[in-house]
Every structure is written in structure tokens, then in C-alpha cells.
């Protein structure tokens, strides 16, 4: 290893970053966070992962994935785009073999999202200010200057913007696709393949448990003097066989429970091990979505439920007026 090699992990005293910054990430989940690293030096390699061995950001390590030229790295891009950061040499097979690669990178695979780190040793072959106006990298580091101390303050900073950047485009997918999903949920004739339509739709939005169910509230058949029947209108998981039923005395006692008391409160209710989200049509008829076995939520994610549970309202309302005048 030469002694400009050396000196690319040399500690300073140059903290910032640090601690306040893991402390201010929000902790999501244990998934590491995945780093690829492309460089045709070993010795990079091997003291990168050294340096970030035990490297933690909003809870979560890191991964690593090993490249020696940018042929090699777009090989395993074409297989697998799941990366948070990539940090990039400049030169390997050819001069420019590093920007060749961050053009790949954005503009055929059309990755906007993972955060691109151009590490260079003759930063004279590839001027600082000509890479940054002409290629989207996040950022330009000379190898001599990244000590272990900012190496570590990068990935903060990358680890950060990835998460953000991310979030961002999860929930306007989320959007996206209630925009879509509302118009198809317009063609159905059927109230139980409208319902069912609901629960596939919102599931696959966010992810949730595969047990769920969709009930409207019957009244004048209560079960109750307070409460009325619910009526299973489309279920998924262990409520799939209940369809068309009375779903009270069939399902727990708690979960009974919570759906009264959605009913009461009128609005969403989120518990530990599900949620159940509530919405009354503009005619005034009460409907349930109850969901078992989720993933926390974010705010983000409860308001995405809340705008499609509002759109779904209006679109049923829509199907039971129609369906009357036939």
C-alpha cells in the first residue's frame, strides 16, 4: 500500500457527524444498509470495510459488495439496484472507466435514488468542478484527504440523504398507485370484488399483513343494543372463508372490541398488532378495514390509508347508488 493508501484512513480529530448524527436518524429497521464499493485496488477494499466494520446509521450496519472494475459492477447493478451507496473509483480498466460507470448508472438504469461517491487518486485526470456540473454524483473525494474520520462524516451525509430521498419516493408511489387503483376500483359491478379489490390494493401500498378484512356495519340486526353486525364484504388470510357473513362471534372479542370503538370514535384506531381504519360514506353508511399482523406505520403511511380509505368511500357510495337503480 502506497503512502498516499495510508494516509486515506488516517484518523483526525475531526468529529462532526458523528454521534448527533445517529442520534437525530430514525431508527426504521434492522436491514443493513448496502454499500457497494468499485475499485481495482484490494487494499481499498479490505481497509474501507475495516474503517466501516462497525459503522451504524438510524440503528442499522452496513453491507458490502465487492467490485474491481465497472464491467464487474455493472453486472451485478443489472441483477440488483437495491443499494443505498455506491462509492466509485474514478479510474480502473480505462481513465475514465468510474464516470462511464455513473453514466450506466443514471441513465440507463434510470437510478436516481442511490447516493454516488466518485473516489479518485489523480484527481488531476478528472478535474473536481468539470465532474460535479457534468455528472449527477453526490460527491468528489480525493483519496488522500478521506481519512477514517470523514469517511465516516460521508456516509452520514449519503445515509441521510438515501433514507430521505427514499421515503420520498415510497409514498408517491403510494399516491400513484391510489390514483390508479381508485379508477379501476370504479369498473368493478360487485360489492365483494370491489371490497376485495380494496384490501389487494391497499396491502400492496404498503406492505401489510396478509390477514385483513373489510366489513360494512349492518344495522337493525345488531348483535348489541350499542353496536351493529359486521357484515364481511371481502377478506384476505383467515377472514377469506367468512365472506357474506357476520363476522361478530366468529372473531375474537377484542378485535370486536376495537372495531366498536372505531365506530365510536369515528376514525382510524392503530395498535400494536393491527389497525383498523374507519369511513362513512356521504350517504352515511359505516365501513371497517381491519388489519392484523402490520408493520408500524409511518405518518406518512396512515395518511396514505386515510386518503385512500376517503377515495374508496366516495367510489363504493358510487356502486351502491348505481347498483339500486338497476
Known amino acids: 500500500m502506497s503512502d498516499d493508501d495510508e494516509f486515506l484512513f488516517d484518523d483526525d480529530d475531526d468529529s462532526s457527524g458523528g454521534s448527533d448524527a445517529f442520534e ?51 453486472q451485478i447493478l443489472d441483477e440488483d439496484q437495491d443499494f443505498a451507496v455506491a462509492i466509485i473509483d474514478c479510474v480502473m480498466e480505462t481513465d475514465h472507466a468510474g464516470l462511464d460507470l455513473i453514466q450506466y448508472i443514471r441513465d440507463t438504469l434510470q437510478n436516481k435514488i442511490m447516493r454516488l461517491v466518485l473516489r479518485t487518486g489523480q484527481p488531476g485526470q478528472a478535474p473536481e468542478d468539470s465532474v460535479i456540473s457534468r455528472f449527477d454524483i453526490n460527491d ?3 483519496k488522500t484527504e478521506l481519512t477514517a474520520i470523514k469517511l465516516k462524516t460521508l456516509m452520514y451525509a449519503v445515509l441521510r440523504s438515501y433514507r430521505d430521498i427514499s421515503a420520498l419516493d415510497i409514498n408517491r408511489k403510494g399516491l400513484e398507485l391510489i ?30 399483513g396478509k390477514d385483513a378484512a373489510y366489513v360494512k356495519v349492518v344495522k337493525g ?80 403511511d396512515k395518511n396514505l390509508v386515510q386518503v385512500f380509505c376517503s377515495n374508496v368511500s366516495i367510489a363504493f357510495e358510487t356502486l351502491s347508488f348505481e347498483g339500486e337503480k338497476e
Open 179 to 208: 390514483i390508479e387503483t381508485t379508477a379501476k376500483l370504479y369498473e368493478s359491478r360487485n360489492l365483494n370484488q370491489f371490497a376485495s379489490a380494496i384490501l389487494l390494493q391497499l396491502t400492496a401500498i404498503l406492505g401489510l
Open 221 to 300: 340486526f345488531a348483535a348489541t343494543e350499542d353496536h351493529g353486525d359486521y357484515l364481511l364484504l371481502a377478506g384476505t388470510g383467515e377472514y377469506e372463508s367468512l365472506i357474506n357473513q357476520d363476522i361478530r362471534g366468529q372473531i375474537p372479542v377484542d378485535i370486536c372490541h376495537d372495531l366498536d370503538e372505531a365506530c365510536s370514535v369515528k376514525h382510524n384506531l392503530y395498535f400494536k398488532d393491527h389497525l383498523i381504519a374507519y369511513f362513512r360514506t356521504p350517504q352515511g353508511s359505516e365501513h371497517l378495514l381491519f388489519i392484523y399482523n402490520y408493520s408500524k406505520l409511518s405518518e406518512l
Open 24 to 74: 437525530d436518524a430514525l431508527a426504521i429497521e434492522n436491514k443493513p444498509w448496502r454499500l457497494l464499493i468499485v475499485d481495482d485496488e484490494e487494499e481499498v477494499h479490505a481497509v474501507t470495510k475495516l474503517v466501516l466494520s462497525n459503522y451504524e446509521f438510524a440503528g442499522r450496519k452496513l453491507e458490502f459488495v465487492n467490485a474491481f472494475t465497472a464491467r464487474q459492477a455493472i
Open 140 to 142: 468528489y473525494k480525493d
